[in-house]
């Protein structure tokens, strides 16, 4: 294949699969299988394409003549990056299944997930990937879904494969080696960055993706964090502890206790009296401070007197039902129940800005720490809810 082509794989008439590769840039290739008769929700990452010629890119793409076989190849080496069976794949309505060979068993990647060691046993272990608020657990990931993988070939270059897919997925490690990819939604969405180098391949990836942001100076000094201070009266006796005892000591957080009811931009005027004084002297003192937010937002205090909520009614900001109107309801860290902030929606961009504002003139923030953003929901599933999912049921608790 040469810069972009698209073939189709199999199905009728009503439903043909479509297998779409682009040649992105020398060192990064793109594939699609989707429906094109069929819309299905596509991750909105506009992701720059100059586009290259075969001949400038530095991998080959192959299909055998029966088309059983999708294959990129490493120009440079012969290596074999990626080899699908494709009679193997599968493309209903809510599985998608494709499975591919690796070059070698070295294999780095699918965060965020307790593993044993950064490189993965292919012994059939299989990830789970579905972003929600779930404590630590084994073949499970933590809060953010990262399902791009880095594979050393045996002759020590490397490459790095991204599914951009944000439905809840999994991936099986095989010893033969190969990975499988299953997901219940949206199309198979692949991009393949040859490096040579692990660093290349971090910096392709990166440079797809965008590049992470510098951090604050102070941000990489030493933080202490947790949850169940109470008062200000404890939170003062934990930090003059740690000065006492010489402990480096350069950031304090303030979990969701400092908040009046667990609301979103105040702070208990009774428990943590005197708050915004109290940071403005650890300020003198060369100190930085990080408060909690729960992108989560409560309906139901009287009107008038919550500006988060107000203010973002008025503007529209909330994740809206399947009607496109109302609000999706859940319940959440704060009294009543909860709306849930569309960030992607540009006006609730301006009604986070402005309420951030309004807040740092209250508490002097160095930083905030955005927590729950999955987002969380304590129910199983909104109001009205899918008439599947008993919302009735005792809410789900974090621990």
């Given amino acids: 294949l040469n810069k972009r082509q698209a073939l189709s794989l199999f199905g009728n008439d009503i439903s043909p699969v479509i297998l779409e590769v682009e040649f992105q840039t020398r060192d990064r290739l793109r594939f699609r299988l989707y429906d094109p008769n069929r819309q299905r929700f596509e991750v909105p990452l ?10 400038e890119a530095s991998y080959n793409v192959e299909f055998t003549d029966d088309s059983s076989h999708f294959r990129i190849k490493r120009k ?8 699908s069976p494709l009679v ?29 060691s950064f490189k993965h046993s292919m012994d059939f272990v299989t990830y789970g990937m579905f972003s929600r608020d779930q404590a630590p657990t084994p073949f499970a990931n933590l809060y953010g879904v990262h399902p791009f993988y880095m594979c050393v070939e045996a002759d020590s270059n490397a490459h790095g494969v991204l ?16 990975l499988t990819f299953r997901t219940i939604g949206g199309i198979l969405d692949f991009y393949v960055f040859l490096g040579p180098t692990p660093e290349n391949v971090i910096q392709q990836y990166t440079e797809a993706i965008g590049r992470p942001h510098m951090p604050a100076y102070w941000s990489l000094g030493f933080h202490l964090s947790r949850w169940g201070y109470g008062s200000i009266d404890v939170l003062k006796k934990t930090v003059d502890r740690m000065h006492y005892y010489d402990i480096p000591y350069d950031v304090q957080h303030l979990d969701i206790d400092y908040m009046e009811r667990r609301l979103d931009f105040t702070y208990d005027k009774v428990n943590y009296a005197g708050l915004p004084e109290y940071l403005q002297q650890l300020k003198k003192e060369g100190m930085h401070n990080v408060v909690i937010l729960d992108p989560f937002i409560t309906k139901d ?14 503007m529209g900001v909330w994740v809206n039902n399947s009607d496109g109107v109302t609000p999706a309801v859940g319940k959440a860290w704060p009294p009543g129940d909860s709306v849930f902030p569309d960030y992607t929606n540009p006006r609730t961009v301006e009604w986070w800005t402005q309420m951030c504002l309004e807040f740092k003139d209250v508490l002097d923030y160095d930083g905030i720490w955005i927590d729950m953003n999955e987002p969380s929901n304590f129910l199983r599933g909104q109001y009205p809810g899918c008439a599947v999912n008993d919302i009735n049921n005792p809410p789900y608790v974090p621990s």
Wanted: no cysteine; proline share 8%; hydrophobic share 25%.
């Fill in 301 to 314: 205090e009287e009107l008038g007197t919550y500006r988060p909520y107000d203010l973002g009614e008025e």
């Fill in 163 to 178: 599914l951009l897919n944000s439905n809840a997925q999994d991936v099986s490690l095989s010893p033969n080696p190969s």
């Fill in 46 to 55: 506009k992701i720059d394409s100059p586009g290259v010629t075969g001949d």
């Fill in 88 to 116: 193997d794949l599968f493309f209903s309505n809510q599985y998608l299944q494709i499975t591919t060979t690796v070059p070698s068993t070295s294999v780095y990647g699918f965060g965020e997930h307790e593993h044993p």
């Fill in 76 to 83: 440079s080496t012969g290596t074999v990056l990626w080899d």
